[in-house]
């Protein structure tokens, strides 16, 4: 049996290394060109910035290291790496070189160390050069950037290193197992998207194919590849966590380049992959990724139509089979060839969607128990407008809140599923169970009056301190209110008034009692960044501050008519011209389709005196304004 | 000694060598001789150990070459389309060889390129084919190996050349005790350098005779009598191929040229010449004695 023991040669590591030496200078004035022109250019227009709105500077640091954690470095890092990465063990896909390599007097544990380390240390340099040139320019935008703080420097050249390392270590994994260089980059890509991919085949199967479960498949994407939170800047992630995810990843990786390596037979030149298996698996992989991916689309097409879903996905996954089978065989003959392989996939594919789409597990009718939960995520609900606004959520704690959000869930309407917005609940945070349900205005006001006076629930609906100190302290606030964004936003930049008004608005919460409030009609919303807030007529003082410190009156007088469109026809229905009655339906459109799906809405249209006439986004309902007797 | 045991080798679901054995005297030089494609690189391969053989082990005084970094020092081989880093000049390569392999020296570099018409300063990616092997011989050479492995290296060189590698090799041999295998699909190309010669078909060595030895038992005589000789008349005689025309018979024997030639004497010929054999005649008719058609094994 071949030995797997460790051996090491420093004669053969500087002697690849110094053949990587012109690789390393590319290498390096790459690195410079992607990182110094960058930062150049957003310091100045950080400088103009400046000089235009902010008395001083805060943040702007981020500016400077988001080029070395954002998207376009991180696909010029991927773009360098797989064109210099795929040097180190190029040589095993010529039958000169390899046997070259096979001649010299060293253990293959030895070539395959001392190919690693040079190849790692060569990417490398260039790294801890270009940290080094960087910081140089850094420190010279020491007062601009209000300061240096190099440990957070530091720590984002090291997120840099650990990227280099994990690709270089796939790059290393693919190298061993593949025959030529597109074989080597079809294993990475492979990898790279075998989580991602499986995951969103699997959770897009029960978004699509079920009513009321939902699976966030975004979610832990970070972890399982950690280079993915600098495509998606993902601020919330733990880079600790990330970074002992890389440093692991890249040691089975570079564990398993090595069994590869060993295992390998050095005349293996003019295949596609070193060893037979790994075509089979790439070839069921992409097999399934491919079918299940197209039945899904075809599904998502038709998920009114569940039968034509289903079959739809298993026609895809025929097609998908016979197709991918062709490419790989390289002759159409191959596309039913394997009839017993095209069976038996033929088998899973339909088993995998028909438990979501026959519910063979029952899980639609399964309700949740609030008694195993210690807590629910629930979509942000705190009017009955605020409901369709957005995908913000909210931990509730306290068992009467926890029993509430149950209730609810129970009486959610399945019927609904296809509206982008829906409520969402997910017990004890798992996103295996998170459920998804429309509700009525009802369902929704007997929540809100359950809860309101929860503590738990106050503390999650409550604007936190730093609310809008997302851009730092002195920038201008963005800041509106919601039923009057239709005659414009007020920003405001007198930090005085944002405290008061978080101040008062939480004392009015805290202070206001759910039996005293009709959740049905909010006042406002405060526009804070994360989600609006909604302000209801009871919160006096509230109300008060805003009317005096914010709000625009319309000017009423202006307006001759109004005219009322279909919002699904674009025709314009009713045509309102009693000054009163515009009054009152200008007092309460709103920028949201509320309880638009349960009654037709309309935009508005208006004509002033001068005849001039405006389109304007804004909705009103049929039900609300025959109630009012408008109609 | 070097052992080849029962050697089996395959590409894919192809099998190139099966049981293949060998012994190889050290201080010889083998002239491994099979048609293009009977498996000569591979089996050389397998020899320096870079190849792993499906079964079977090949045993360099009683140690195997398969991952023995010791051994595999003491190993050159030049192979049939030898390989260089592309921008490297012949100095240069010869610098990284120096490093990575212990045995080879800078002083015997010089000294065995000294006799090459080669410019070492220039790049080796410039170099024609049989620049290219010259290059690597000397290279080889340049390790003072105990094994040198030659594929195809004759292969594209002039007369010129050829002779001064046989030379170079010789010299070695002698002074070293170096052992040589050189692989041809070309007797004539190596018979005049081997020592014994080995003939590769159908997944193994069908045949391996010593040069000194074969030139020595294998004879060809014309012979004519007066009257027709019974059939039985040669049956003292190794026959390996008898053809007559007319009254002359042409006989190709094996055993002792002496003593062949005194028993056809005492069978009173009118006419007895010893006529030359070419190697590749030898083997001819040893490769027909055995059953093997041998057009089908040399080109």
């Known amino acids: 049996m071949t030995s797997l023991k460790f051996s090491y040669s420093l004669k053969l590591f500087k002697e690849s290394l110094k053949q990587s030496r012109h690789i390393m200078i590319m290498h390096t004035i790459l690195l410079l060109l992607a990182t110094i022109l960058p930062a150049q250019i957003a310091i100045a227009d950080l400088a103009e910035r400046i000089k235009e709105y902010y008395p001083t500077i805060l943040n702007m640091r981020a500016d400077y290291t988001y080029l070395i954690s954002g998207f376009s470095f991180f696909a010029m890092v991927v773009m360098h790496l797989a064109s210099f990465s795929t040097m180190s063990f190029s040589y095993l896909y010529n039958s000169r070189s390899a046997i070259f390599y096979g001649t010299l007097p060293y253990k293959k544990s030895t070539m395959f160390f001392a190919r690693y380390l040079s190849g790692i240390v060569s990417l490398l340099i260039p790294v801890i050069i270009c940290y080094i040139v960087n910081a140089f320019v850094f420190l010279g935008h020491n007062e601009l950037l209000g300061g240096v703080d190099f440990i957070w420097y530091t720590k984002n050249w090291m997120f840099v290193a650990l990227t280099y390392l994990l690709i270089y270590s796939l790059c290393t994994f693919a190298a061993n197992l593949s025959c030529n260089t597109f074989a080597q980059l079809i294993i990475m890509g492979a990898m790279i998207l075998l989580y991602p991919s499986v995951v969103f085949i699997l959770a897009e199967t029960v978004n699509v194919m079920m009513n009321t479960y939902m699976i966030d498949y975004s979610l832990n994407a970070f972890y399982i590849f950690p280079p993915f939170a600098a495509v998606f800047r993902a601020s919330d992630i733990n880079y600790t966590i990330t970074s002992i995810i890389a440093i692991i990843e890249s040691i089975a990786l570079t564990g398993l380049g090595y069994v590869g390596y060993i295992k390998r037979r050095t005349e293996k030149v003019n295949n596609f992959f070193a060893f037979s298996s790994v075509n089979s698996v790439l070839k069921y992989f992409i097999t399934f990724l491919c079918s299940a991916g197209f039945g899904l689309l075809l599904a998502a097409v038709n998920r009114s139509n569940k039968e034509i879903a289903y079959i739809g996905y298993i026609v895809f996954g025929f097609v998908g089979y016979a197709i991918i089978q062709m490419i790989f065989e390289k002759t159409p003959k191959a596309m039913f060839k394997n009839m017993k392989g095209l069976i038996i996939f033929l088998v899973i594919i339909s088993l995998l969607a028909s438990i979501p789409v026959f519910d063979i597990l029952k899980l639609e009718e399964k309700m949740p128990n609030p008694e195993k939960f210690e807590k629910v995520a629930i979509t942000k609900i705190d009017s009955v407008s605020s409901y369709w606004n957005g995908d913000t959520e909210i931990v509730l704690t306290q068992p009467e809140s926890i029993k509430a959000a149950c209730k609810l869930y129970a009486k959610g309407e399945q019927k609904l599923q296809n509206y982008g917005r829906r409520f969402r609940l997910t017990p004890n945070n798992s996103i295996f169970t998170r459920r998804t349900y429309a509700l009525s205005i009802e369902d929704i006001t007997e929540f809100l009056k359950s809860v309101y006076n929860n503590n738990d629930y106050k503390n999650a609906i409550k604007i936190q301190d730093d609310a809008f100190d997302r851009f730092g302290t002195d920038l201008r606030y963005r800041y509106y209110i919601n039923k009057n964004a239709f005659y414009g936003r007020k920003e405001v930049a007198d930090k005085e008034i944002i405290n008061k008004l978080v101040e008062t608005f939480n004392s009015d919460l805290i202070n206001t009692k759910a039996e005293d409030i009709d959740f049905t009609e909010a006042y406002a919303f405060i526009n804070i960044p994360g989600g609006d807030v909604a302000v209801f007529k009871e919160y006096k003082n509230t109300v008060e501050l805003l009317e005096k410190e914010f709000v625009v009156k319309p000017d009423y007088a202006s307006f001759k008519k109004i005219e009322l469109k279909s919002s699904t026809k674009d025709e314009v229905e009713h045509t309102i011209t009693d000054p009163e009655k515009i009054k009152f339906v200008l007092d309460n459109v709103t920028d949201y389709y509320h309880d638009a799906s349960y009654s037709k809405g309309y935009h508005i249209c208006y004509e002033t005196i001068d005849g001039q006439k405006v389109n304007h986004i804004a909705w009103v309902t049929e039900s609300f304004l025959k109630k009012h007797n408008i109609l | ?299």
């Open chain 2, 1 to 299: 000694m070097i052992s080849i045991k029962n050697v089996t080798h395959t590409y894919e679901k192809e099998t190139v060598l099966e049981n293949l054995c060998s012994e190889i005297k050290l201080g010889s030089i083998y002239g491994l001789i099979g048609s293009n494609g009977a498996g000569k690189s591979t089996l050389l391969n397998v020899i320096d150990g870079i190849f792993k053989p499906l079964s079977g082990e090949v045993l360099i005084d009683g140690i195997n070459t398969y991952e023995n970094p010791v051994l595999k020092d003491k190993i050159a081989y030049v192979p049939d389309d030898p390989f260089f880093f592309n921008s490297y000049s012949m100095d240069e390569m010869a610098k990284y060889l120096n490093q990575v392999f212990e045995s080879f020296t800078m002083e015997k570099y010089k000294e065995i390129k000294a006799h090459f018409p080669l410019e070492s300063s220039k790049k080796m990616n410039t170099f024609s084919k049989g620049m290219k092997r010259q290059a690597a011989i000397i290279f080889a050479l340049s390790q003072s190996p105990k094994l040198l492995l030659c594929d195809e290296c004759f292969d594209g060189l002039d007369p010129v050349i050829k002779q001064l590698v046989k030379r170079n090799i010789i010299a070695e041999v002698e002074k070293n005790n170096m052992t040589v295998i050189i692989s041809s699909h070309n007797l004539r190309e190596i018979e005049n350098l081997c020592d014994v010669i080995g003939i590769l078909h159908n997944k193994q060595i069908i045949l391996e005779r010593s040069i000194d030895d074969i030139k020595e038992v294998v004879n060809k005589f014309q012979v004519a009598f007066e009257n027709p000789l019974p059939d039985d008349a040669f049956s003292e005689i190794d026959i390996i191929s008898k053809q007559s025309k007319g009254s002359v018979t042409e006989l190709v024997t094996r055993g002792n040229k002496d003593l062949v030639k005194a028993k056809l004497n005492d069978l009173k010929p009118v006419i007895l010449d010893t006529l030359p054999l070419s190697l590749e005649d030898i083997f001819i008719y040893e490769m027909e004695a055995n059953g093997y058609d041998f057009s089908k094994i040399l080109v």
